[in-house]
């Protein structure tokens, strides 16, 4: 009864709940213009991932994007709410099954489809960039798009990601800045370009 509900039931009523934000919110999206035939590592920090997925069907309406997910016991209930909003899943993480999501995430991306990452999960630091998403773009040549999510009221957790969660009836401001090519930088300083990329219009 406990897996049914956190496989199931809970993911049903929590994507409910996010589209209500959703549609009684104002939206006011800063998108930068894309190769919508282009396959592209999408970036955006683990506290802000709610209603990323309707950033990206803002963007890429037609795309398909599978999102890495943790293999720990939250991430099924992740796994299960996103696949209601139109976002497929690869299970893991840099800490477990690293090898594993690295390789279907590259296989994903070589088909053509968009991979999203938290540079920042399952465990962070908050607002951390780990190798990850620096070997996946610089493996299949693809450019990074860094995605923000700015609601003017929100709940905030007090869990170590700061996770938001805009309130409804509010505005929320959705940001896709330019194609990010890395693949001329060491890994160091793509990580620390990324993060200040990242930084740029995220919630401190």
Not at 16 to 41: C, D, G, R, W
Request: proline share 5%; hydrophobic share 40%.
């Amino acid at each position: 009864m406990k897996l049914f509900l956190i496989t199931r039931v809970v993911p049903y009523l929590l994507q409910l709940f996010v589209k209500f934000i959703y549609f009684t919110s104002k939206k006011v999206f800063h998108h930068t213009t894309i190769n919508q035939n282009e396959a592209y590592v999408v970036a955006f920090w683990h506290g802000e991932l709610l209603m990323q997925p309707f950033n990206y069907k803002q963007l890429k309406p037609h795309g398909k994007v599978s999102a890495m997910i943790s293999q720990h016991k939250d991430g099924e209930a992740i796994t299960r709410t996103v696949e209601h909003l139109g976002i497929h899943s690869i299970r893991g993480s840099s800490s477990k099954g690293a090898a594993k999501v690295l390789i279907s995430a590259i296989k994903k991306i070589k088909g053509g489809d968009d991979i999203a990452i938290t540079p920042d999960g399952p465990r962070g630091p908050r607002h951390s960039v780990a190798d990850g998403i620096v070997a996946i773009s610089k493996k299949t040549n693809a450019k990074i798009l860094i995605f923000n999510c700015k609601p003017t009221s929100y709940w905030q957790f007090n869990s170590w990601d700061k996770f938001i969660v805009p309130k409804p009836f509010g505005t929320i401001e959705f940001f896709i800045q330019e194609p990010l090519d890395i693949s001329e930088l060491e890994m160091k300083d793509a990580k620390e370009l990324i993060k200040a990329k990242m930084l740029e219009n995220a919630i401190l």
